[in-house]
């Protein structure tokens, strides 16, 4: 089992910073991907970014130039640096595990996640 712990989250002012973490622990795969995912009230689950084991980065067009995932192996942690928030990113951020690589197309569909955190709250305000 993978437990994957998200931290992070709060509130914030439109065109401020934040920076969330999520920290996996439990069993380890050599290949996989971690995403970042946001849901808002009302709307389904959408994936931000993706960082893969091989190095590769997805993002939505929506974030581009903004946010940023990184990963630190050492501390089995991945970060979203999310930079420009705007009020309509409001939403419950979510880390999720995957034990595959795949394309874009697989990336950004939820289905394809083994494991998920319990998501933090993230707040921009106008």
């Known amino acids: 089992q993978v437990q994957l712990v998200e931290s992070g989250g709060g509130l914030v002012q439109a065109g401020g910073s934040l920076r969330l973490s999520c920290t996996a622990s439990?069993?380890?795969?050599?290949?996989?991907?971690m995403g970042w995912f946001r849901q808002a009230p009302g709307k389904e689950r959408e994936v931000v970014e993706a960082?893969?084991?091989?190095?590769?980065?997805y993002y939505t067009d929506a974030v581009k130039g903004r946010f940023t995932i990184s990963g630190d192996s050492a501390k089995s942690t991945v970060y979203l640096q999310m930079n420009g928030l705007k009020p309509e990113e409001s939403s419950v951020y979510y880390c999720a595990l995957a034990r595959y690589i795949g394309s874009y197309s697989y990336v950004v569909t939820s289905d394809r996640y083994d494991y998920w955190g319990q998501g933090t709250q993230v707040t921009v305000s106008s």
């Open positions: 960082l893969t084991s091989s190095g590769t980065i």
């Open positions: 439990g069993r380890t795969f050599s290949i996989f991907t």
